[in-house]
């Protein structure tokens, strides 16, 4: 079963949206085998945005998501990425008519329903089902990842 990590960034807690956003995933058939609620130190934050170090915008990155707690998950299901980004919707969560909509959040996703702004979006996912398994490693230790049976999961996978 493939595995995702997802994060409820510091907007998300601080509006008191982290149980209804666990919710959205759940009720999509997503299954959590790991959370927690943790503030993020400065040096996982900084790997977990390696990439964008030298961006003018990694400082604001790091500072953000390490200036109040997140709640960290692991989401599993078949296609587990592709449906946490689907559900989460494009990182900029206002868009008209003319812009081209792939990047965009529509309505109905979990950032075209809460968010304004593209820098509070509420919520990070990984992208690809390899940067899943390197930011799963990076953010929670094996032994924290519960691997259990769901009884309705008969009703959710062919």
């Known amino acids: 079963m493939e595995q995702t990590l997802v994060l409820l960034k510091p907007d998300a807690v601080q509006r008191g949206l982290t149980g209804e956003l666990i919710t959205r995933f759940e009720r999509r058939g997503l299954k959590v085998v790991a959370l927690k609620l943790m503030r993020v130190p400065d040096a996982l934050a900084r790997q977990h945005y390696g990439e964008h170090e030298g961006r003018p915008f990694f400082p604001g990155l790091v500072e953000y998501i390490t200036s109040s707690p997140v709640v960290a998950m692991v989401l599993a299901g ?36 809460f968010a304004l702004m593209k820098g509070r979006n509420l919520v990070h996912a990984s992208d690809t089902p390899e940067n899943g398994v390197k930011e799963v490693a990076l953010w929670f230790r094996p032994e924290e990842i519960v691997p259990w049976a769901r009884d309705t999961d008969r009703w959710l996978y062919e």
């Open 78 to 113: 078949p296609q587990s990425v592709k449906a946490v980004r689907q559900t989460v919707g494009g990182t900029d969560p206002v868009w008209g008519p003319d812009d081209p909509a792939a990047k965009f959040a529509l309505p109905g996703t979990i950032r075209g329903d």
